[in-house]
């Protein structure tokens, strides 16, 4: 039997890859402590708050990857721990986020905000530092699904985001829908539009973030232009219903997206079945799979399904999206989604050409 000591275990995990960057758990000195001996493994890891979601995920790789290695040992304890990595300043804005996701949709009335609020509260809930910015400015339901209100207040220069007691840290959000009048209409052209995000995005006191969500406005305007412009998206999510109708202006949408360089990093099909709660029978109201079949064909990955929900509904009207994670008709299908969007954002990282090696000081 091969007998691990410290040095050998560490060396196996040196080249492991951090969820976050995809550099080697070695090189970043993320191997915080290793005790090895004849009966039992124990290391210690440190991950990032962006990479909070796939905490659970990355401890069983590791400890997986150990017991291939030593299989004759009994015990193997892997632990993770915070490891502090600051994000940098990004585009024009200097906007502080690591990743920078556009949640959009070919039209409206698919459950796009429903979806990007409950990304937000899912990778939130795990102790990702997030942030949303609702971007569709001439129908913000943003504050509605999440039952805030008021008006921003300023402080020395910068708008105040409203925040959202969600998860270890308070989530900001910012919309128009704090700034204008309930009932009054925004009638705008598209210079306004690129101000008035721009503004948000550079003049809220965001703070650090590991992940702002951005609601985009449904259909193919100049919002997705404004922004490539003025920062760089880590990429868009895409969400429809199963119907071709839906699918139609979905690929559309997509489209617009790879037209101005932001990266797709996936679809959600919502609405995608209704599954009766006396008889736990699943009707396709809208069809099935359509979303699923369409990301095959254009080469991006799907994300997951939601189903169409009473629960979904009430909580979204009573402000209570956040309870959705509390049902287990509809929590274990936004947790699977933003498992998978995190995990297509790792891979990316991961797929990319190896970074120098941090200096030694």
């Not at 997030?130 to 913000?140: C, E, R, S």
């Not at 699904?145 to 840290?169: F, M, N, T, Y």
């Not at 003049?203 to 490539?228: E, N, V």
């Not at 936004?334 to 970074?355: K, V």
Request: net charge neutral; hydrophobic share 45%.
């Amino acid at each position: 039997m091969t007998v691990p000591d410290p040095a050998t275990v560490t060396a196996l995990l040196a080249d492991f890859p951090d969820p976050e960057t995809g550099r080697a758990l070695g090189s970043m000195g993320q191997i915080v402590a290793v005790e090895a001996g004849p009966q039992a493994i124990a290391v210690t890891i440190g991950l990032t708050s962006h990479a909070a979601i796939l905490r659970q995920a990355t401890r069983a790789r590791i400890e997986e990857q150990l017991r291939a290695a030593y299989p004759a040992i009994g015990r193997v304890t892997v632990t993770i721990t915070d490891h502090d990595r600051p994000p940098g300043r990004l585009g024009q804005v200097g906007l502080e986020a690591k990743s920078v996701i556009a949640v959009g949709s070919g039209k409206g009335g698919v459950g796009k905000s429903t979806v990007a609020v409950s990304i937000a509260i899912g990778l939130a809930r795990a102790g990702s530092r997030v942030g949303i910015l609702d971007a569709d400015v001439y129908g913000p339901s943003v504050p509605h699904l999440l039952g805030l209100s008021g008006r921003p207040e300023i402080d020395q220069g910068r708008i105040q985001p409203i925040r959202l007691a969600v998860g270890p840290h308070p989530m900001p959000v910012m919309s128009m829908g704090f700034l204008v009048p309930a009932g009054e209409a925004v009638v705008w052209r598209g210079p306004m539009l690129h101000g008035a995000i721009s503004q948000m995005l550079r003049d809220t006191a965001w703070g650090p973030l590991d992940y702002l969500i951005i609601d985009m406005p449904p259909g193919t305007g100049d919002i997705a232009l404004s922004l490539s412009q003025v920062l760089p998206l880590s990429g868009a999510v895409v969400v429809c219903t199963p119907q071709d109708v839906a699918l139609l202006d979905a690929t559309k949408a997509i489209a617009m997206f790879r037209k101005v360089q932001i990266p797709i990093l996936g679809m959600v099909e919502n609405m995608s079945f209704f599954l009766c709660p006396g008889c736990d029978k699943r009707y396709d109201i809208f069809g099935s799979g359509g979303a699923r079949r369409t990301a095959a064909e254009l080469d991006i990955p799907f994300l997951g399904e939601v189903p169409l929900q009473i629960a979904i509904r009430e909580h979204g009207d009573a402000g209570r999206t956040v309870a959705n994670y509390d049902d287990d008709r509809s929590g274990p299908f936004f947790q699977a989604i933003c498992e998978r969007l995190a995990g297509t954002l790792a891979a990316a990282h991961s797929a990319r050409p190896p970074l120098p090696s941090l200096p030694v000081l």
